[in-house]
């Protein structure tokens, strides 16, 4: 065995060669290094969302890296929304304001690769807005329940105006409000992400609302506010049950529709040919 092979290199002299000599732990890259001490210091309130980093230059320096590797820390979390680009004079990276877009943007992903069913998506929707529901009758206050009800009559107004479908960004609101009302920050993430990827799949297969949605919000409402949780989750569990099976029969006749797309026709079967009796 010549000397620059590897299982001769990386073992000491006069020890048996093992199934573990061949092994490589790769060191970690300067980048993602720069990437967990931004992180870590976001995590120990060194820095907060809307705070300016310093330039790459000064960034190289403070952890003895180089510029591209800084550059390209920047762009890591950048893409998962830690941090925040703007251009111009005052323009560079910040702190992110702890928007949910990565997360949202992820959950697509898996729907769209097949990898999380849009019914186990819906089914995880009702069960943590029925919890949001409960928590908000517990905890919301009077300027929470008077903000989804500004919301409701703002709905209303643009439904009159100019209708509305399943992929109007603001029909999504009402979930919102109604998490921010637990006082949970971590619902208000999961009530939001799933929201909005729900009524962009419903938006697909199934663009009407229900006629009577903004009733429903303002019955929802008044039992929240009344304190009376059991017909505040009644109302909405089968709102979102009765929305959510329109969802799941639609995307059951998409599927059924591509599979007789991509069968192709069988040109039907000719009868044989009677054979001519001899004379």
Known sequence: MSPSSPSSSSRPLGRPA?????????RRRAFEAVCEQI???IRNGELAPGDRLPGDAELAEMFNVNRNSVREALR????AGVVRSTTGVQGGFFIAEGRNDS???AMRDMVAVGSMRPASLTEARIMVVVQAVKLAVQRGTAQDFDAIEADIARLETIAQRDGLSHGTPQLTAFYRLL???THNEVIVVLVEGLSDIVRTLIARTHPSVQPDF???RRSILRHMRAGNEAKAVDIITRHLT???AHLEQAEAQAEVQA????TPLRPAARAPAARKSKA
Do not use: F
């Open 103 to 105: 997360l949202k943007q």
């Open 76 to 79: 890591s979390l950048e893409i």
């Open 179 to 181: 998490a921010e009302a």
């Open 214 to 216: 903004i009733g429903i």
């Open 242 to 244: 009765k929305m959510h």
């Open 18 to 26: 093992t199934p573990l000599d061949v092994l490589q732990v790769p």
């Open 39 to 41: 992180r870590a210091k």
């Open 259 to 262: 599979g007789m797309a991509a």
